[in-house]
Structures are given as structure tokens and as C-alpha cells.
């Protein structure tokens, strides 16, 4: 994690009451989010053979789960705007794990994520599973993962990635790295090809730090996600869907990212950069 060296909040200690939560949420969520593994892998062996690359049915599936687990969690969403219609890639803030329910929520979508992501246990199956574009950052592989990009845009997906290139504290955006962007001006797609804009605000439950729902720096996954289930009284989830714009009317991937960047921090109200 770069950009600032804050310590994350003190631990909250979890009581019998959070532990209660955690028990059956966990076990609600559980239930979800395997089953719903073990159910879409079933039906990929149909849809696979039948449509090949496209997924007509299982983003549904997976969009389905994590309404039903932000509900089990009690975390009210508001979505302010409409969803893009065009086709081309959605770009979002990136604040914790949760924004991966959220935005699954909202649209069927197709997540854009670091290599690493695809070995780590549990979570690596599931975007494995649900069709995430896997990336590694090496100057060497910027070739090959524009073809993987160009291939995925031109089979209809719709991905979604964070330009930020990692998480933060909920309360800031980040400057926006501009390489990912690069993919959307190849001559078969900057014509076709639109990006949204999207700004995720998690705020935080009344009286607790605001960098509550943040995730960042050496912070484990493990216990964060544990303070989250534990938690009471929720706060919410604000979704904003920026205009989409064509990638043909910015010269170049630093000027669309420039414009990406602008329009998501400056309705983020926490943003300081």
C-alpha cells in the first residue's frame, strides 16, 4: 500500500453480542456465497458449451448473491444514477472487499484484478469462478494483457476495475494510474468503446471511525471482516453512476483517466487525495 503511512483504526473488540452476529451471518453468508459457487459451476457446464465465452445467465447468479449478502449484513445501498448501457468498462474508488458486493450488486460485471488474487484461498476460486480478468504488473506482460482485455471487451464483457490499484481508507481517493486505460484506444475498440465513472462511498455507523469499512496498508482480511459482521448498527453504502463517455473523445489514457479520476473525487465527499 502506498500514498500514506496512517495506522489503521484500533481494533474493536468484539463482545458477546458481535460474536453472536458473526455466527449467524457468517454462516448466512456462507451458505450464499459457496452455494452459489457450487450452483453457478453447474450451470456453466451448460452455459460454456452452448454461448463459449459470453455468460448470459451466471452473472445473474452472482449478482443475486451479494444482494442477498449485503442484506444478511444489514447494509443499506443507495444507487444514485443509471448503470452504463453502452459497451466498454466501468471505473470505480476502491475502498475494501466490500465494494466487490456492491458494484456485483448493481450490474453484471466482470472484475479486473492483480494476479496475486487468483492464489489466495477461498477468494481465488470465486473470482476464478465468476470470470475476474487476472493482471500482473510488469511492464513485460502490458502486451499480452491488452490482448486479454481487447478479447474479453469484444466478447460484450463489461469489466470493472480500480484504477487506484489498491485500496484505501474509505475517506480518500487515490491519484488514478492510467495504464489499464491504454486497452480501450486500440483501433478496434476506441470507436465502440465507452467508460462510467462510479464513486463508492462507505459511510461509516454513527459514533465509529470513518474509516471504519476501509481496508488498507497490512490490515488482515481475516479480522477486518470479522469486525464487519460483528458490527451492530450498520451504516450505509452510497453508489454513484457517473455519465458514461466515449473513449474516442479523449486524446489519450491519461486524459481519460484525468477525467475518471476528477469526476469520482469530486463527489466523493472525503476525498483529499
Known sequence: MTGWNEAPPAAVRIGLAGWLRVLWRGLLISLLVYGGLV???????????????ARPVTP???????????????????????????PG???????SWLDIFVLNACQNVFF?????????PGIGWLARATGTVFIARKGTEAKRQQVLFENRLMAGHRLLFFPEGTS???????????????AFFAPALVRSMHIQPVTVVLHAPEG??????????????????????????????????????????????????????????????????
Open 39 to 53: 450452483l453457478l459451476l453447474v450451470l456453466r457446464l451448460v452455459e460454456r458449451p452452448l454461448c463459449g465465452q
Open 60 to 86: 445473474w447468479l452472482v449478482r443475486w448473491v451479494c444482494r442477498a449478502t449485503l442484506a444478511v449484513l444489514r447494509l443499506p445501498l443507495q444507487v444514485n444514477g443509471q448503470p452504463m448501457t453502452h
Open 89 to 95: 468498462a466501468i471505473v470505480a474508488n476502491h475502498s
Open 112 to 120: 479486473v484484478a492483480k494476479s496475486e488474487v487468483a492464489g489466495w
Open 168 to 182: 484505501t481508507d474509505a475517506i480518500r481517493v487515490l491519484p488514478f494510474k492510467s495504464t489499464l486505460f491504454a
Open 208 to 273: 465509529a471511525d470513518p474509516r471504519h469499512y476501509g481496508w488498507w496498508g497490512d490490515m488482515e482480511f481475516a479480522s477486518h471482516f470479522l469486525a464487519v459482521l460483528a458490527t451492530g448498527r450498520q451504516g450505509r453504502v452510497e453508489l454513484t453512476f457517473h455519465p458514461e463517455v466515449p473513449v474516442d473523445a479523449f486524446d489519450d489514457r491519461k486524459t481519460l483517466a484525468q477525467h475518471c479520476e476528477r469526476v469520482i473525487r469530486t463527489s466523493h465527499p472525503g476525498a483529499v487525495g
